[in-house]
Each structure stands twice: as C-alpha cells, then as structure tokens.
T-cell receptor, first 115, second 115 residues
Framework: DAGVTQSPTHLIKTRGQQVTLRCSPKSGHDTVSWYQQALGQGPQFIFQYYEEEERQRGNFPDRFSGHQFPNYSSELNVNALLLGDSALYLC??????????????FGEGSRLTVL | KQEVTQIPAALSVPEGENLVLNCSFT??????LQWFRQDPGKGLTSLLL?????REQTSGRLNASLDKSSGRSTLYIAASQPGDSATYLC??????????????FGQGTILTVHP
C-alpha cells in the first residue's frame, strides 16, 4: 500500500521563477492538503482540495495556487518566487468522510530553495 | 485563533530515561490532537491520534494524554533510545465551521537521546 508520494524531492529556483510541486495521496484517500514548513518552524496550512475544488485556504497570497485531478493527485504552484518561499512543502492526504476524526498522512516533502 | 505551544523547545537525555513532552493549545474546541515525529529534512510520521472524547492513546513505548478542558496534551516516551532522536510535533484539528480538517501545529520539541 503506497503512502503519500511527492515530487520532486529537492529543487532550486531563482527569484521571480515559477515552480510546480506534485503529490499522490495514499491509496483510498480523496482529499489533499498542502503545508509549508520553514526551517525550525511547525508546518503552516496552505490549502486543501477535495473533488477538484479548493475547500479551504490558509493565510497565503494568491501566488500560491493548486489543482486536484480526477485521480485525486494534486499540484501546488507558486508564481513569482521570493526568497521567503524557501521551505519544505508537505502534502497530506485524508478521507473527506473522516475529515474531522481521521488521521492525516504526510509525504516526505519537497525541499524548495529560492536563490 | 488557535495557537499551539510546545515545551521544551529542545531536550537532551541519556539513553534509558523516561521523558515527557508538553503541548498546549488556546482553544479547547478541537476534534482531535495528533502527535508526529519528524527526522531531519524528512516528512512527518504520525505517532498517535487522540479524539476529543478520549483521554489517552498508547502505542508501544509511547503514551499520549489529552486534557481538552485545560488545553493540554503530553507525550510520554518510556525507556528512551538513541533512535528516538527527532523533532516531535503536536497538531490540533479545529472543530466547527468549515475547518475541513485543517491542522494547527506547534513549533516542535527537538529530542536528542545520547548513548
């Protein structure tokens, strides 16, 4: 049973560029959430996707956008990269019907460095 | 706004000691609380999930308690081992509204167990 998989694992971009990160949820899960974790901090919620729609959003600018595909996989896009966007980006999956009681399962993350 | 605090920020103990990590949250209206482990540069591994109606959960050498009314949780690790060295994060799931299972994290406790 595959867990949550993310790609790429590491990437380096320069300021002003755009980046796309990808996530495949755990088998049987239909909901994907994205979190940003700066060095030495706890993860911060970016947004959550279910049924190909953004259901909830954290305190992040519109430069952060996402998409969910019919197979439940998801992408996180960040435009006009800033140095402060350097972080570990974590994807978590869950079941919507257990959205309030079930566990969230996280992937290994994508480490983004902006130069 | 829910805030989660973890004390201590860092802890160093000799192998074999029993230890307690603390987590406090400001809003007691939660669905559940989840403890995670994070190795350097890696993703999050779920350790224990406690529902709001529960008082504690146990898994092997780990025991987590929840006192929702006082906004506190503790993670007890028995007979610590060097392999337990990692960052431990607690996260709460906010109840009500359209939270859709969003987790709010503490900043973590960095645990070092030395031989």
């Amino acid at each position: 049973d595959a867990g949550v998989t993310q790609s790429p694992t590491h990437l380096i971009k320069t300021r002003g560029q755009q980046v796309t990160l990808r996530c495949s949820p755990k088998s049987g899960h239909d909901t994907v959430s994205w979190y940003q974790q700066a060095l030495g901090q706890g993860p911060q919620f970016i947004f959550q996707y279910y049924e190909e729609e953004e259901r909830q959003r954290g305190n992040f600018p519109d430069r952060f956008s996402g998409h969910q595909f019919p197979n439940y996989s998801s992408e996180l896009n960040v435009n006009a990269l800033l140095l402060g966007d350097s972080a570990l980006y974590l994807c978590a999956s869950s079941l919507m019907e257990r959205t309030n009681t079930g566990e969230l399962f996280f992937g290994e993350g994508s480490r983004l460095t902006v130069l | 706004k829910q805030e989660v605090t973890q004390i201590p920020a860092a802890l160093s103990v000799p192998e074999g000691e029993n230890l307690v990590l603390n987590c406090s949250f400001t809003d007691s209206a939660i669905y559940n609380l989840q403890w995670f482990r994070q190795d350097p540069g890696k993703g999050l591994t779920s350790l224990l999930l406690i529902q709001s109606s529960q008082r504690e959960q146990t898994s092997g050498r780990l025991n987590a308690s929840l006192d929702k009314s006082s906004g506190r949780s503790t993670l007890y690790i028995a007979a610590s081992q060097p392999g337990d060295s990692a960052t431990y994060l607690c996260a709460v799931r906010i109840a009500g509204g359209t939270s859709y299972g969003k987790l709010t994290f503490g900043q973590g406790t960095i645990l070092t167990v030395h031989p």
